[in-house]
Every structure is written in C-alpha cells, then in structure tokens.
C-alpha cells in the first residue's frame, strides 16, 4: 500500500464511477462510454499519482477484460484484446530503442561524444550551451528516452562543468554564475531534440500509432523532414533568448575545452565496444532514413540494431532484462495504446470529433488548426506526464481538426511536434524535467517564468515556420 495514494486513488476511482454511470450520449456505445471511464480514470489516476504507472494500467486491463468491453460475451477474446498493445509495433520500437541507448551509456561513446562538442564549442558560456545541445541533438535519433539522453549522459555532465567555474548548486549565491543557465537551457535543447525525429523522445510512436489508426501515415524520414527546419531554427535561436533575458555572469569559459580534452584523454582511444556502438549507430540512422526504399519500418530497424549489439557482445541479455525502465515502459505505453485505439474503434473519437465539430459551427480550418495546437499546448500545465497527455488528448484533437478540414499530416506532425516542447512549461512537464529541477541551480519561480517565456517562443516558431516549412515539402 505504499505506493498506493489512498486519497487520490478515492478520486479517481470516485470520478471513473461518475463517468461510468451516468447517462450515456446518444450516438455512443456502451463498452464504448464504459471503456471511456475506465481511460479518463486511469489518466487521472496517473496525474494525480494515486499509484505507480504500470500499476493503473494492470487495473485497466483488469476493468476492461473483466467487463468484456471489447468483445461482450466472448471472455477469452476480450483479455486478447485488452492484451493485444504488447503486440503492436510501436510498443516494441519505443523497448528497443531504450536497449540501443543503454549501449550508449555503457560503452561511454554517449559521453564521449559530448565532450567532442564541448572541446569544440566550449570557450564561452554560449558556446558550451551550443555544445552540450549539439551532443544532445546527435544522440537523439537513437536514445528515445530523453529522461536517459538529458539526464543521464548531459547532466552530469552539465553539472561538472558548472562546479569547475566555481557554480555550485549548494551555494544559492553562485547559482547564477553558470548553472542556473546551463540547466534550463540544457533541458530545452533536450526537448527541441525530441521533437525533431520520431524516436526522439518516447511518446514521438505514439502519436504515430495515433495517426496510422486515422489513416495518416508517418515514417521516420516524414517526420524528421518536416521537423528539421523549426528544429534547427528552434536550436539557434533558444541558447541566444535564453542568454539575453536570464543571462550567467560568467561569459567566458576558456578552460571548458581543456577541460574537456582532459576528460578525453583520460577515457582513451576508441574502445572496441564504443567502436561497435559507433557502428550500429551509422546502421540504424542509414536504415531508418531509407527504411521506405526497402519496405522496412522504423521497429524492424530497432530489432536488426539490438540484434547487432547482442551478437557483437556489446550488450548482453542481462542488460536486456535489467533494463527495467525500458520494461516498465513498454507495459504501461501498451496498455494506453490499447485504450486509446479501442475508443476511436469503437466509434468514441469520431462522436466526440463530430460534437466538437458542431460546437465550432463550421470554423475554417485555418483558425482551427492553430487554435488546436495553441489549446494542446497549454493544457500540457495539468499533466505531469507529456505520455499521459498524448494518450488523453492527441487522437481526440486530431480527429475534431480533420473533421474540421485541417490538412491531416500537418496536424498529425504538428501535434507531435508539441509532444515534446510543452514541457518547457513547467518543472514536471517532461521527463528530465525533474532532474535538471532536482539540480537545484534554478528556483520555482523561475522555472515558471522562464520556462513559458520560451516556451511561447518554441510555440510560435513551429506554428509559424514549422507550418510554411510543411507546405513548402508538399505535406499540405
């Protein structure tokens, strides 16, 4: 019962009953609005952390098998169905894809690879920001779990360079010095990072699930090609605002890439493993980028790297099977998808797209779509989790905005794009967020502040240039 909240579970069971008994809407089936309760309850119960992720997620599977939601009358097809996430290919990309990062992290090439950039870029504190984000965006492709990529390769990291220039995060008074810059801009180069490549971040499949159940197809290079010039853009101009509105007070770092190249050489030559790691890394990025031109998706792709890296002894099994994040993972985005699927199969995205619709009294598409993003995006301060709120809002706001006439992989890609960069918002809003706030170099308050200053930038630098770049690739 630790890991239990007892009275925010009451909550949410409380709500979930709410919504299960009360008058179903014309137009709406009943397993339909029932497995709607059981979704909104588990969503909440994630939010408000009543227990443990994968915990809500056993008791949904539980609720929707037990009451045959999905096959009423057929008890053995309805716990197939309920189970059948585990199987779905998005599920097994986002679990290999954490596999392949810890090769990143225990082969030390991840590490490696941001001392490179700072060695390069590291003579002033501008320039470390540019390097640690550059380090940041090439192991972004391949480390899907931005929490492992941003606080367990960057940070460290980060943090070791703050404490030499004398920014120690137990001195409040030196906070400002270089930490307190570093660390939020470390963490919004982590999101413009994830928001640039389908395996970027972890919900980035999901909302490729999402879309492919509405008949929007995203590949890896689709989405990399439409992200790749608010992407960049976002990366130059974001270290720069940053600099000039929370500015540090140490401008120069000329000892970063001594400091650096100390580190280096103290790591050595190219291990063999590192070498290996290097390899498969070239393998998946050339595999996913022409996966089209051989008819191979983006998870045949992670199995053929995790494949390589067994057989190379790079990993073992029993880095498999201790990777618990990737497992945990992999149970509770199963379970979502699942939900989320079952209700748009059953006709529940398309009532509730429908009523939107009707309540818009026929809006043009050209004041819908933004609108769409602008209220994704800042609903993002009532999640803790950017899973969650992809699981909670993205089909549904996809579905009002194509039946409102909005270009479908515009929105589809645009919304993705969102995925990552809310979490500028807030301390909780995103993965790593609670290790660079956990630092302790930057206060509440201006977390708060600064993180929607930047955060409107991001907003509008996707919604603008992001959308123009869009059409000018004949994605609308």
Not at 72 to 84: E, F, T, V, Y
Not at 266 to 290: A, D, P
Request: overall charge positive.
């Amino acid at each position: 019962m630790k890991e239990v909240k007892i009275k925010s579970f009451i909550i949410t069971v409380v709500i979930g009953v709410l919504i299960w008994t009360s008058p179903i809407p014309d137009g709406v089936a009943v397993e339909a609005w029932h497995l709607f309760a059981i979704f909104v309850a588990t969503i909440l119960g994630i939010i408000l952390k009543a227990a443990p992720m994968g915990t809500m997620c056993m008791i949904a599977v539980a609720l929707t098998a037990g009451f045959q939601l999905l096959a009423p009358g057929d008890p053995g097809k309805s716990i197939a169905l309920s189970l059948r996430g585990f199987g779905d290919k998005v599920i097994w990309l986002i679990g290999i894809s954490f596999f392949i990062a810890r090769g990143f992290i225990k082969t030390g090439l991840g590490t490696r690879i941001a001392y490179i950039f700072i060695r390069a870029f590291g003579r002033s504190t501008l320039g470390l920001a540019y390097g640690l984000g550059l380090a940041d965006l090439v192991l972004a492709p391949a480390i899907p779990s931005n929490t492992a990529r941003g606080g367990g390769i960057i940070y460290p990291i980060m943090k070791s360079m703050a404490l030499n220039f004398g920014s120690d995060a137990t001195k409040p008074e030196t906070h400002k010095k270089l930490g307190s810059f570093l660390t939020l801009n470390s963490y919004y180069m982590n999101l413009i990072a994830s928001s640039m490549f389908l395996t970027g971040t972890a919900s980035n499949p999901m909302c490729q699930k999402f879309a492919a159940d509405m008949g929007v197809n995203i590949t890896w290079m689709s989405w990399a090609a439409a992200g790749f010039v608010p992407g960049l853009i976002a990366f130059a101009l974001t270290p720069f605002v940053l600099y000039r509105i929370f500015p540090p007070e140490l401008k120069k770092t000329a000892d970063a890439p001594k400091l650096a190249a100390q580190k280096l050489r103290e790591m050595g030559r190219l291990t063999k493993s590192e070498i290996l790691m290097l390899i498969t890394f070239f393998i998946l990025l050339v595999l996913w980028i022409t996966g089209d031109l051989f008819s191979m998706d983006a998870t045949t792709t992670a199995f053929i790297g995790l494949t390589v890296l067994l057989l190379t002894s790079v990993l073992t099994w029993d880095d498999v099977k201790s990777e618990k994040g990737a497992w945990d993972t992999i149970v509770w985005f199963a379970v979502l998808v699942m939900m989320a699927s079952s209700l748009n199969e059953l006709g529940f995205i398309g009532w509730f797209s429908d009523l939107i619709k009707a309540q818009l009294g026929g809006i043009h598409w050209h004041y819908a779509y933004p609108l769409i993003i602008i209220v994704y995006f800042f609903s993002h301060y009532l999640f803790a989790s950017a899973t969650a709120h992809v699981a909670a809002m993205y089909a549904a706001l996809l579905g009002v905005g194509i039946s409102l006439g909005v270009p479908p992989m515009l929105l589809a890609l645009m919304l993705g794009f969102m995925g990552s960069i809310y979490g500028a918002l807030t301390h909780y809003g995103h993965g790593p967020a609670p290790v660079f706030f956990g630092s302790g170099y930057v206060e509440l308050k201006s977390w708060w502040i600064y993180g929607l200053t930047i955060g409107i930038l991001l907003l509008v630098i996707y919604l603008v240039i992001g959308t123009a770049w869009m059409s000018v690739i004949g994605y609308f």
